[in-house]
């Protein structure tokens, strides 16, 4: 039987960002992740927005993280060599009465210490974006809202996590846990391992896992959303457009892409199958898209996708609007129902629960921790694979050779498949590839 120190369950963003934490402390750490790839959930299909932080309740953790993780995610994105943009945002309004709305928007993001912060008035906003429509009646500006791709991050995280030795477990499911007097006893469908803490960090599993071997009193009602991706081509705002949520209708978020796509996320709601998309969400989504920004060409969009995000309850319904994280027991961490900004503050929710973890371990700084990861570079192969967007052979197979068993895995390593056809040219000739490796061909 394997004994570690510490067993991180769930390869998302925040099980990613915990291993890498961990790895800044004499420690030995597993993750282990149900599929055979990390960052196929939630971080999937995720708004890719870093967020300034005003939206949160003043003394909040949330509040607290999100300002913090904001101003650290330029140094965060050098070390690990992932694209960031600093775009900025508006949160726009057509009704004058949400103006006072945004002015105590503006308030509380002045005492949670959100920088550059400025009211504006309808036309000083249509100036900054000349694609909205007509008639806004204020917004309020951010200066320091980014956006990120959320499944390059992740991935980011796990190579330097790896690099300084976590150990993955993928492709294998916890299916109990046993509090023992040396710890924990992790029981999966391939081996039980010993560890002498775990962190729970299974997204959408994240309450079912601690019931495994705790009650829990946080439980997760799922909902969603639906996007549409337009291609790189296409006219786009400047900045993150947040519409303001009105008595005449529900507003759409849109985001302007760190690879130059239109990203547009709609309002939040039940879900049905997660990750499916309905005919009626993505008609809304474009009816409203067109009334936000008038000229936009919705011939040019590509791609549609879901969303799910586990939203925290306690038992009586009430529900939790700060980030929720649970310790049932010593050595027992559990992050449920970390929504939105949780890639935001992924990188501090990681560096916050490995010190707890080394406190209660008593372990000590690691030496030998390095915070740098390199990217996958261009490469001066001839062969071009995905013609949209430039992928080479030589890209794709290092993209394999660091965890990409499927074309997708190939995708959110490299970009593939990304472009206006959706991989309807390349994902064969990708295929082909990983099976040339699998085999031992290459």
């Not at 960052?39 to 949160?56: F, H, L, P």
């Not at 070390?79 to 508006?90: A, D, I, T, Y």
């Not at 009650?215 to 549409?228: F, K, Q, V």
Request: proline content about 5%; aromatic content about 6%.
């Amino acid at each position: 039987m394997k004994s570690v120190d510490v067993a991180v369950i769930g390869g998302g963003i925040l099980g990613c960002f915990a291993a890498r934490n961990l790895m800044r402390w004499n420690l030995s750490v597993v993750l282990i992740e149900k599929e055979l790839d990390i960052c196929t959930g939630i971080t999937r299909a995720n708004s890719a927005i870093v967020y300034a932080g005003y939206d949160n309740k003043t003394g909040s953790r949330k509040a607290e993280l999100t300002v913090r993780g904001n101003a650290s995610f330029d140094d965060l994105c050098r070390e690990l060599e992932v694209p960031f943009s600093r775009c900025g945002s508006l949160l726009v309004t057509y009704d004058k009465e949400s103006l006072a709305q945004l002015r105590r928007k503006w308030e509380q993001g002045i005492r949670n210490g959100v920088p550059g912060l400025e009211l504006l008035t309808g036309g000083e906003a249509e100036a900054m974006e000349p694609m909205l429509a007509p008639g806004v009646a204020g917004a309020l500006y951010a200066p320091t809202t980014g956006t990120v791709n959320p499944w390059q991050l992740g991935i980011a995280a796990f190579e330097n996590a790896a690099a300084n030795e976590m150990e993955p477990m993928l492709g294998t499911t916890v299916v109990g846990i046993r509090k023992t007097k040396f710890g924990y006893l992790v029981e999966t469908d391939r081996s039980e391992l010993r560890c002498r803490a775990v962190i729970n960090c299974a997204g959408l599993s994240a309450d079912r896992i601690q019931e495994l071997c705790f009650p829990s009193d946080t439980h997760l009602l799922i909902d969603g959303a639906e996007y549409l991706v337009l291609d790189k081509q296409a006219r786009k705002p400047k900045r993150v457009i947040f519409q303001q949520a009105q008595s005449c209708g529900k507003g759409i978020t849109a985001i302007p892409c760190v690879e130059g796509n239109l990203l547009l996320s709609g309002v939040r709601k039940p879900v049905g199958e997660p990750f499916a998309t309905t005919k009626e969400g993505i008609s809304e989504l474009k009816t409203s898209a067109v009334s936000l920004f008038p000229n936009l060409n919705m011939q040019q969009v590509i791609r549609s996708f879901a969303a799910a995000r586990p939203n925290p309850q306690r038992d009586d319904g009430e529900s939790i609007h700060d980030f929720s994280i649970e310790y049932p027991a010593p050595g027992f961490f559990s992050l449920i129902g970390i929504k939105t900004p949780g890639l935001t503050c992924a990188n501090e929710l990681g560096r916050y629960l490995a010190e707890k973890t080394a406190a209660f371990l008593d372990a000590h700084p690691n030496p030998r921790f390095t915070p740098h990861r390199q990217a996958i570079a261009k490469t001066n192969d001839p062969e071009i694979i995905c013609l949209c967007e430039g992928i080479s052979r030589g890209e794709i197979l290092e993209a394999i050779r660091r965890g990409a068993s499927t074309v997708d895995g190939v995708k959110r390593r490299v970009g593939s498949g990304m472009g206006v056809c959706q991989g309807s040219r390349c994902s064969f000739a990708i295929e082909q590839i990983l099976r040339e490796v699998r085999h031992g061909a290459l």
